[in-house]
Structures are given as C-alpha cells and as structure tokens.
C-alpha cells in the first residue's frame, strides 16, 4: 500500500485543518501554510478536538502522531513534500497562483490536491506546466473522522497518479470514491444541493423551520442513509420485489410538480435574516467548538456501530483498524 512520509498543507481552514489531524493520526509528518495571522490558534483548535476524537474512535493501537510545522511561505512548506493538499478560498485565481508557486518549490514526484468541493480539476490544471499530477480529493467536515474522499481528475491527470492516490487514502483509512466523469459539484456536493435548495423553499414559503427540517433528516431519512445510502434504502422498500417494483410504484410521482429543485429562491437579506434568525433560535445557545465536539461523539458512536455490523463507513473504519497493526 502507498505510504507517505510528508505532507503539505497550504490553506489551514477547516479543511485543511482536517487534513492536517487525519495525516498526523497516521504518522505523517505536516508542513503548513496560512498566511492568516490565528492560523496556527485555529489548527490547534481542531487538533484538541481530533485527538479526542481518536482516542475514542478505534481498538486498534494508533499510529505515532507526526509532527505540525508551520511555514511563513509556500517554498519550504512543499519543498520535501511527497502530497501537496490545496485547501484555499474557492477561487479559480488564487487556486491556479497556488499551483504556480507550488510547481515552483515542489519535488518533481509529488502529488497535487485540491480540495475544492465544486471547481473542474481540468480548470484547475489549464496553467499548470505538470498538470498530470494533479487531482481534486473532495473531503467532508470533519476530514478526520468521515472517511469519503472523492478522487476527480481532469483531463490531463495522468491515470496512475489516481491509482496513486486511492493507495494513499484508503492507508489513511477513508474511502476513495473515484468520479468516473468529471463535472462541476461532483457527486455528494449535488446531492447535498439539492436537499439544501429544496430546504431553503420550505422555510421561505414558511412550510417549515430550521429545526424542523433537521429533525426531519436526523430522526428520519438520515439514519437510514447513514448505512444504506439511496438506491439499497429505496430497494428495501420495494419489498420482496425489489428495485423494480419500488420504480414501478412510486416512479410516477417524478412527473408530479411536488419540488422546486430546478428553481431557486431569491438570495436577499430577507432571506439570509430568515434562515440565519431561526438557526440562531435553534442552536445560538451552542458554540460551534460545542456543536463539533457533540457531532464528533455522535459520528463515533455510529461509526463503531457500524463497525461491529461490518458495513458501509464502519467497514472502512475495521480496515483501517485492522492496518494499524500491520
């Protein structure tokens, strides 16, 4: 399996930050660029919470933690680096100014990933004097505990830095799901969309609030896709007939003008004051280091359970556990 030694991190956000806790729970060594002044306060904020999270995550025997440094500039950030992870503001300027910089200082040999959650690696690459080895590897909050990664690559990714890559992911114990065509927003990113346009709908036409929307995920729907994803869920449902009987029944309904998915509410600050009022009512009397550690202990406790069951995200988490050993 693909090991690594060192990695870089330029863009310590939330992220990065995340990254940043997965590399070093597995021994890599971290350099890390940010030119923001409380970069290094903010990192150290999402480690706590990480290292708690860890400790609590598996059986296996961790790995020794690798070591954070931080760099006041790119060049020596990357210059030993065996991956490069992108996590900067989604802008195809600043991300392509990155590139050039890093193509600069970088070894010859290492990986280049960009974490954005929407822009084409193809766009990404267009500037790039070596854009073979670069990919987008789309993580989700918290990187550390939830093992997807989408691995996306553009036109002029060679094939085998994906093959590359998926080795060094699945070491990190995540799941590399490869996009087999590349396209804006990727795959989880428009789903997620579409459950989010639709929710800001409900609560604009006053149908729904905030917390009501939540509830309706977490105490539902949500549990069930947690372990079984959209096309078994809908396949269960279906009875004994399966997939073909649950189209046939509720298929029709498609047709049915029940959503607004191709039409988008107006982005006003009526708008953002209805939505951000009622999460404020909702949450306000949380901080967000709260809200994260109470999300951290709930997504460890439903990732050991599917662990013991052996199946979807806790499957990934007994291999990983199993490699920690090895």
Known sequence: MNKISKAAIIGGGVIGAGWIARLIENGVDVNVFD??????????????????AYAKLTDGERRSEGAVQFFSGTQKAVADADLIVESVPERLDIKQTVYAEIEHYASSDALIASSTSGIMPSDLQSKMRHPERLFVAHPFNPVYLLPLVELVAGKKTDPKTIERASEIYKWLGMHPLHVKKEIEAFIA??????????????????????????????????????QMGVFDTYRVAGGEAGMRHFMAQFGPCLQWPWTKLMDVPEFNDELVDLITNQSDE????????????????N??????????????????????????ST
């Open 35 to 52: 030119p923001a002044s409380d970069a290094q306060q903010k990192v150290n904020a999402v480690l706590v919470n990480s290292r708690e």
């Open 189 to 226: 990113d428009r789903l997620l969309e579409a459950i989010w346009r639709e929710s800001l709908w409900l609560v604009k036409d006053g149908i729904a609030t905030t917390q009501d929307i939540d509830d309706a995920v977490r105490y539902g729907f949500g549990l069930r896709y947690a």
């Open 299 to 324: 997504l460890i406790t439903i990732l050991r359970g599917l662990k013991d069951n052996r199946w979807g995200a806790g499957e990934t988490l007994g291999e990983y556990e199993k490699s920690l």
């Open 282 to 297: 909702q949450s306000g009397h949380m901080s967000i280091r709260e809200m994260e550690k109470i999300r951290d202990d």
